[in-house]
């Protein structure tokens, strides 16, 4: 039997997220800093064969599960062979997308089995998804997601609220689940690298919550799946539901099986790690990779990378922005 990714708290990493490029064609404040990011140089970034080779080592070492991001995942060169070749490595694949160019890669992502997909949405309104984004894709991210429903793709819409921004459209996210059986995934605003943090723009759990009880006149709780990231409901007689991640308020960690694996090839234990472990020199280097992702998963702290009751701008400063993470 093959060794297992498991960390000193005996919490089994089954989930790597891979992100495919640092590049996107939206500009998403709370996700890259205003004044942009130096993009990787090509030669530092993992080749498609790169990919799927370390990709299998993970899977070798129990990893069953892969989600493929970004950047936007989908403006990679060649991305449907390497969907394809992940696709025979026998895992779940799973993908998170701005939705622009979506539609162009359903017949592959059906013949992958690829049938779980979020789009990020942060707003129902035009003006506001252009002050957001920075870029005029509106329609047909809506479009997109529409046609992406029609074809039978389990579709999740990602929406991180921030206050004063988004915060009053709790409601609509959630109505569009009264007749589509759709997810909503309502994310608390999170720090990193340049995107000027403050809590004082987030929306809490119970917020959301109490926005939901004043729309709808309340909700039933969900029974959530194993190491979901997110606690969920559904109000009576709607198809759909929603999820709250509660990063923030309601740390998730004590179930994590998530790892990430940057474009550039480093493997981060967790979203707000400051430190990263390089797989890509020695892979290329033809050294096995095995042994140095076993040791570095031993370095995972308990929750959010040791700040287990605050988040501490002298720590997450130290951390990428989050376009160069992956989402």
Known sequence: MNPQIIDNFGRKHTYLRI??????????FYCMPEEGVELTDKQHIMTLEEIVGISERFVSLGVDTIRLTGGEPLIRKNVETLIREL???????KLTTNGIVLDKFFDVLKEAGLRKINISLDTLEKSKSVFITKRDYFYRILDNIQKAIEHG?????????????????????????????????FIEFMPFNGNNWDWK???SKEEILKAATFGYG???KLEDLKRSTSVNYQVKGFKGSFGIVSTITNPFCAGC????????????????????????TP????????????NSIKTKK?????????MEKSHYEKNRSMIKIGG
Do not use: H, P, W
């Open 201 to 203: 723009k987030g929306v």
């Open 153 to 185: 793709f389990d579709i999740k819409l990602n929406i991180v609220l921030i206050k004063g921004v988004n915060d009053m459209e709790i409601n609509d996210f959630i109505g569009l689940t009264r007749k589509q059986n759709i997810g909503i995934k």
């Open 283 to 294: 892979y290329r280097k033809g050294d096995s990779i095995d042994e140095i992702i076993l």
């Open 87 to 93: 696709a025979r490595l026998g895992v779940t694949l």
């Open 257 to 280: 099986n998530r790892i990430r694996l940057t474009a550039d090839g480093k493997m981060k234990n967790c979203l707000f790690a400051a430190s990263e472990t390089d797989l890509l």
């Open 218 to 220: 309340g909700y039933k």
């Open 302 to 310: 308990f929750s959010r990378d040791g700040m287990d009751t605050e």
């Open 19 to 28: 992100s495919l490029t640092d590049r996107c064609n939206l500009r998403c």
